[in-house]
Nanobody, 115 residues
């Protein structure tokens, strides 16, 4: 069973930055799709950023130019660098690994953007 553990969330002021980390228990994220999702109160979970085979990336329009997904194979870790944060970025952020047959999720980490 693959395990994903997120970290790096917290409270930040508008315009600030945070980097989320997702530690993967196995060295497999470079051959599957990794994604960062978020869910705000009362809203559906949405895909924020994804990375295919450790290289190809895709972003939601709402975060393009502000968020960057990346991976470190040596550390089995995927990151989400979030810059120019806005109050509407406030949500619980989840890491996801999709193998084509199975979906694995982390427990989520809270990001709050507020002054």
């Amino acid at each position: 069973q693959v395990q994903l553990v997120e970290s790096g969330g917290g409270l930040v002021q508008p315009g600030g930055s945070l980097r989320l980390s997702c530690a993967v228990s196995e060295s497999i994220f470079s051959i599957y799709r990794m994604g960062w999702y978020r869910q705000a109160p009362g809203k559906q979970r949405e895909l924020v950023a994804s990375m295919y085979s450790g290289k190809l990336t895709n972003y939601a329009d709402s975060v393009k130019g502000r968020f960057t997904i990346s991976g470190d194979n040596a550390k089995n870790t995927v990151y989400l660098q979030m810059n120019s944060l806005k109050p509407e970025d406030t949500a619980v952020y989840y890491c996801n690994l999709y193998t084509g047959r199975n979906d694995f999720w982390g427990q989520g980490t809270q990001v709050t953007v507020s002054s």
